[in-house]
């Protein structure tokens, strides 16, 4: 049982991450993670790590001619034995794609954190989101439903449009920690594409330079209102990302 004065050790958090606590195990560790911002940023930037690498490996395709070099220089003499080629073939791709996998996924890494940290943090968050096994804590397409399950969670609240724009359906959403504060993640689809939107308090977030940029590939636009600095993120079109900014800020302003 860790006491309330430690923080989770890099085996705790791998553990925990690759699901290999027993239930009373786990179940301590994530009472923990509800009173420790630090630790609670520690096991979401490990499972942002774990779900990069493994979204990049699906992607990744070694090229033809790199796998016959590379056997060639290995196995120089054909083996009588087919089971053996066909092992040493596999073992040589598995060995390609894990050190192209890891040298992909430091660059992808490094022109994130090159960039603007909060931009980088959220395209991370977005990321996860989408290569996630695990779907947002709330599922929903009720604003109903989705709103009041934020209450009591944060230390803003923030309004819902009944209807949103064309294509636009909401998912559902999430509690996250944006730097140690609580903030709201709304989950998307818009199009045939995902988007993530972030709420969190003004104080917290300050202003951004520009209202729009785009981050290995995503959109990242800004908003912010009264009380509330609001990020999209998604690789959607612009246009219709827009569209679901001015709704959602609409909503958010006095009545």
Known sequence: MIQDHQHLSYEEVSALVDGELIPRDA???????ASCH??????????QLKSATKRAFKRFAPPPEVL??????????????????????????????ACLLLALSLLIRREVRQSSGLAAELLDQHLA????????????????????WFDG??????????????????????????????????????GRHQASVFLTQRSFAGTPSVARRTLSGFTIQYAKTQDLYLTVVSDGNPSDLALLVSALVAEQSPR
Not at 27 to 33: I, S
């Open 27 to 33: 179940h301590d560790l994530e009472q923990h993670l």
């Open 153 to 190: 969670k944060l230390p803003f609240s923030f309004n819902l449009p009944d209807a949103f724009p064309s294509g636009t359906t909401l998912k559902g959403g999430d509690l996250i920690f944006l730097d140690g504060h609580p903030a709201a993640l709304l989950v998307f689809t818009v």
């Open 38 to 47: 630090s630790c609670a940023l520690s096991v979401i930037s490990a499972m």
């Open 129 to 148: 989101l989408l290569s996630s096994d695990s779907p947002p804590e709330v599922i929903s397409s009720d604003r109903h439903t989705v709103k009041p």
């Open 68 to 97: 016959t070099r590379f056997r060639a220089r290995l196995l120089p003499e054909t083996p009588k034995n087919p089971a053996r080629v066909y092992t040493a073939r596999s073992l040589i791709r598995g060995a390609l794609a």
